[in-house]
């Protein structure tokens, strides 16, 4: 069973434009959920997080919302720019579940196009 | 700064192999994790270890087995390599709960032939 779906594997954007990244979840006892980017060939290094008792968390070009009701956030960059692109990953922890262990989504490749 | 370390980047192995993919972190952190990440599949849990000696089984633990002698490196191995264990291999460390954010190396790029 999926915890962490990001249902669109890819994205294609302009730069200078606005980049969305979907994810849902479905694990109710998620009290922090945090994105990651990957590019290839090296580790996912992480980006911004927002904890389940917030509905938005913003980092310079980057804002995450959480809609605990709909089960969903999304990361949205703006504006993209091309070195933007690389996989995003989307995760939540389950606190003193399983150590705490992150749970991840399977990954958006976000290309952002000069 | 935190820093994960993997032995190598790139490797090469014969099916059948012994391999040993090497990770130290310098964190002086309690958790350590093996991922494994394939186009498609996302990153899945391989093992885990919250404290030296100790080991947890991930989501895909078949053919894998890991070693966690020194608090700061954590080793997994594949006892008989095979071709469907070609993947990028991916360690990670956190501290104590209630800390969330895991720590990526670089990777581990293993093809097994």
């Known amino acids: 069973d999926q915890q962490v779906k990001q249902n669109s594997p890819s994205l294609s954007v302009q730069e200078g434009r606005i980049s969305i990244l979907n994810c849902d979840y479905t694990?109710?006892?998620?009290?922090?959920f945090l994105w990651y980017k990957k590019y290839p060939a090296e580790g996912p290094t992480f980006l911004i997080s927002i904890s389940s008792i917030k509905d938005k968390n913003e980092d310079g070009r980057f804002t995450v919302f959480l809609n605990k009701s709909a089960k969903h956030l999304s990361l949205h960059i703006v504006p993209s720019q091309p070195g933007d692109s690389a996989v995003y990953f989307c995760?939540?922890?389950?606190?003193?579940?399983?150590?705490?262990?992150?749970?991840f989504g399977k990954g958006t490749k976000l290309s952002v196009k000069p | 700064d935190v820093k994960v370390t993997q032995s190598s980047r790139y490797l090469v192995k014969r099916t059948g192999e012994k391999v040993f993919l090497e990770c130290v972190q310098d964190?002086?952190?309690?958790?350590m994790f093996w991922y494994r990440q394939d186009p498609g599949l996302g990153l899945r849990l391989i093992y885990f270890s919250y404290d030296v000696k100790m080991k947890e089984k991930g989501d895909i633990p078949e053919g894998y087995s890991v070693s966690r002698e020194k608090k700061e490196r954590f080793s997994l191995i594949l006892e008989s390599a095979s071709t469907n264990q070609t993947s990028m291999y991916l360690c990670a460390s956190r501290d104590t709960e209630p800390s969330y954010e895991q720590y990526f190396g670089p990777g581990t790029r293993l093809t097994v032939t």
């Open positions: 694990n109710s006892m998620f009290d922090y």
């Open positions: 964190m002086d952190h309690e958790n």
């Open positions: 995760a939540g922890r389950n606190y003193g579940g399983s150590q705490g262990n992150l749970i």
